[in-house]
């Protein structure tokens, strides 16, 4: 695959002026009491494979817009307890892929499963992932014609499964003393994307009055020179700047994000998705556009790195729950009525519909996994599963109005939207529930639309994990 013609902006010179004047404006005059390691791996597929997040495409990817990566942030505080950060430029982290990655690393290292968080940029550009050889009978291969390359999918799979071990070893490996601090900015450009008609239906259009996180937490990491070592940002909204139309390998704005600050700090930038499930970028545009929504994130992100950041001290405190988050009790009736509308929810209810028919049963919830890191008293970083919606965030900034919050999504599982009880009850394609299924063999039985009650579990688990590494 031939990359295609891109043309690098220029730096602006008041930009690179204001990140070396800060860089030597920080002080170092506390000693490390932190040891950190990052590391990247380049994911680009070297073989031809179909690309995820957008109905349509009926061929492999075309062109290269931008490499994408999996990037490793390693920590470890003065007591010696580890933690490693891994991000990627994919539509998502799904456990059925990539438990068996976590499982290598806790092996290789004594790690426990909660002692690594997995979080995804959610790019619409990025490859298909799957480890079914056979497409007949697979949704994963249902838009592509019989000769699609399956087995390039599952050989392309496999070998993201091997390098996430990789890059976390790799960070580890690179444990040296380091100081952390943070701060937060904002951006603009993410847009809540429901709008409700007068009759009640929800249409995915630019909504400027509803609900989104527009926050830009930042992490820094000096080594003990006082060198930028890596920087992780985050952004709550779809990283979807490119559309349909687009197929090519990219990352989109988060991808130009990461390459303007790389280039412009010389440091390992790591991408977390927030609570942007129902927010777009707007506006939604060509490649040009597409990277200008980067520079703003980016310089979102200098102008915190340019200013005051709390200082993060230890110790590291980390909570990790599967829980059971629950599914509506459906019947073929109700589900009926759900494959005859012309709605994102028709092709999941035709699927129960088909379990049904064969005799199985319908799962009554889905376990997914919640994250919540401490940070001594300075930061909590929250890790909720799959595509959550931005009201999660937002209430539990509202709730918590005294902490040191940064709430971040798409971590440890991909498995569909994650909607608040609002949400289910108006419903939309953000209420389309678990879509496992769709990523490969033996997942028929998960599947299922959340039912209102998600919400109060989804909350109260994130709430009593976050109490759990308040530090004491």
Not at 74 to 102: N, P
Not at 246 to 251: A, D, F, M
Not at 425 to 453: K, M, N, P, Q
Request: hydrophobic share 45%; aromatic share 8%.
């Amino acid at each position: 695959m031939k990359p295609i013609a891109r043309h690098r902006p220029l730096i602006p010179c008041f930009l690179l002026l204001s990140a070396v004047l800060a860089l030597a404006s920080w002080s170092f005059a506390e000693s490390p009491e932190w040891r950190a390691g990052a590391a990247t791996i380049d994911i680009t597929p070297d073989i031809p494979v179909p690309l995820v997040g957008y109905g349509g495409r009926d061929k492999p990817f075309e062109a290269v817009d931008t490499p994408i990566h999996l990037k490793a942030l390693a920590l470890e505080d003065h007591a010696g307890k580890r933690a490693v950060l891994i991000t990627g430029d994919l539509v998502g982290f799904q456990a059925v892929f990539f438990e068996e990655s976590c499982r290598r690393i806790m092996q290789q290292t004594g790690l426990t499963r909660g002692q690594i968080m997995l979080n995804a940029s959610h790019n619409h550009t990025g490859p298909l992932m799957s480890l079914n050889p056979d497409p007949d009978g697979n949704l994963a291969y249902a838009a592509f014609p019989d000769d699609m390359p399956a087995e390039n999918v599952v050989r392309y799979t496999k070998r993201l499964q091997d390098e996430v071990v990789s890059v976390a070893l790799d960070a580890l490996s690179k444990l040296a003393p380091a100081t952390l601090a943070w701060g937060s900015d904002a951006v603009d450009f993410p847009m809540n994307r429901r709008v409700i008609s007068p009759e009640g239906h929800v249409w995915m259009q630019p909504n400027p009055d509803g609900p989104a996180d527009r926050r830009v937490p930042v992490l820094r990491v000096l080594d003990a020179g006082g060198k930028l070592l890596a920087i992780a940002l985050g952004c709550a909204c779809h990283n979807t700047g490119l559309t349909a139309d687009h197929n090519v390998i990219s990352g989109d704005y988060a991808g130009y994000a990461r390459e303007f600050l790389e280039a412009e700090t010389g440091a390992t930038v790591l991408f977390l998705s927030g609570c942007g499930a129902d927010a777009n970028p707007e506006p939604r545009a060509d490649i040009p556009g597409v990277r200008k929504h980067g520079r703003a994130l980016a310089d979102a992100a200098l102008r915190v790195l340019g200013g005051e950041m709390r200082p993060i001290q230890g110790p590291l405190r980390l909570a990790y729950e599967t829980t059971d988050l629950p599914l509506m009790p459906l019947d073929a009736e109700t589900l009926a009525v759900y494959a005859n509308r012309k709605t994102t929810e028709r092709l999941m209810a035709e699927h129960m519909i088909g379990l049904l028919a064969a005799g199985k049963s319908l799962p009554a919830h889905y376990s997914a996994p919640i994250a919540a890191w401490g940070f001594g008293d300075d930061l909590i970083l929250v890790g909720l599963p799959s595509e959550v919606v931005a009201d999660y965030a937002l209430m539990l900034y509202r709730d918590l109005p005294d902490l040191p919050l940064w709430v971040s999504a798409y971590a440890n599982d991909f498995f569909g939207y994650v909607p608040t009880a609002q949400i289910v009850r108006e419903g939309g394609h953000e209420t389309i529930g678990v879509t496992t299924y769709l990523w490969g063999r033996d997942l028929d039985t998960r599947a299922g639309f959340f039912s209102e009650d998600v919400e109060r579990v989804m909350l109260e688990t994130t709430k009593r994990l976050i109490s759990e590494v308040r530090a004491r």
